[in-house]
């Protein structure tokens, strides 16, 4: 049985970014960041961080001291576990593609911890950035501060790509033991809050009623609720809803 991280730490290494390299001061010209944006590039090619800018401004640590494992453990106590699992289980998914790799990608809404301690709310975004023969050879994460999030018992994520639904499909399987929910169940969830019937659901987004069924009929049982009405107001009291 494989220990959850183990397959993640196999992956990666603590070795910084030269950030005097002729590759990292290229990235520095081409790749945009925001204000209150951190990024990184992940290289599986050269088991290393390749690109490092932003992270002193949003956790405190130097572009050049920064590496993957400190990005991970950092995660704050409560977000921790799940944080772990869904980074680990999105790459697999991701590594087992070999088509349009470049379209794919994960969010999730999450606590780091800054280095003077401090708890900062993120929303992390990570893609693929680069491939060959059809392999991820690099990773490109965004972390960007995020001070209007709304923090519950709930960890929200959502994944992108061409196989979207197969994706947060088996997402959602491998994290059920989880409070998360996925973009896709948050926005079926949402148009049912506002009245709308399952059979109106399945006909927005071109899908059938045992579709959306499927997406906010386990729910029930994930948050430990009994009724429509009771998922509804736990999604409010924990902020998926607005």
């Known amino acids: 049985m494989q220990i959850t991280g183990e397959f993640l730490r196999s992956f990666i290494t603590a070795t910084p970014a030269n950030l005097a390299s002729e590759e990292a001061l290229r990235f520095k010209q081409t790749i945009q960041r925001f204000p209150e944006e951190a990024v990184y590039i992940y290289s599986f090619k050269e088991s290393r961080m390749i690109y490092a800018s932003?992270?002193?401004?949003?956790?405190?640590?130097?572009?050049?001291?920064?590496?993957?494992?400190?990005?991970?453990?950092?995660?704050?106590?409560?977000?921790?576990?799940?944080?772990?699992?869904?980074?680990?289980?999105?790459?697999?998914?991701?590594?087992?593609?070999?088509?349009?790799?470049?379209?794919?990608?994960?969010?999730?809404?999450?606590?780091?911890?800054?280095?003077?301690?401090q708890a900062v709310p993120l929303i992390s975004k990570v893609g693929v950035f680069s491939?060959?023969?059809?392999?991820?050879?690099?990773?490109?994460?965004?972390?960007?501060?995020?001070?209007?999030?709304?923090?519950?018992?709930?960890?929200?994520y959502a994944a992108y790509g061409p196989d979207k639904s197969q994706?947060?499909?088996?997402?959602?399987?491998?994290?059920?033991?989880?409070?998360?929910?996925?973009?896709?169940?948050?926005?079926?969830?949402?148009?049912?809050?506002?009245?709308?019937?399952?059979?109106?659901?399945a006909h927005y987004f071109k899908v059938s009623q045992s579709a959306i069924e499927k997406r906010i009929l386990p729910m029930y049982k994930r948050f430990e609720v009994k009724s429509l009405t009771h998922l509804i107001s736990f999604a409010h009291d924990n902020h998926i809803l607005e």
Do not use: C
Request: avoid cysteine; glycine fraction near 6%.
């Open 167 to 201: 994706f947060e499909e088996e997402l959602n399987k491998q994290l059920f033991h989880y409070y998360a929910i996925s973009g896709k169940e948050k926005e079926a969830l949402s148009l049912v809050a506002k009245g709308y019937s399952f059979k109106e659901v």
């Open 131 to 156: 491939s060959d023969n059809g392999r991820v050879t690099a990773i490109i994460g965004r972390f960007q501060v995020s001070h209007s999030i709304k923090f519950g018992k709930v960890m929200r």
């Open 54 to 117: 932003g992270w002193e401004e949003v956790l405190g640590y130097k572009d050049d001291e920064i590496n993957l494992p400190i990005i991970l453990h950092v995660t704050s106590p409560e977000y921790a576990p799940f944080s772990e699992e869904f980074n680990e289980k999105a790459l697999q998914f991701i590594l087992t593609k070999t088509e349009e790799l470049d379209k794919y990608s994960f969010t999730m809404e999450l606590k780091k911890i800054h280095k003077d301690g």
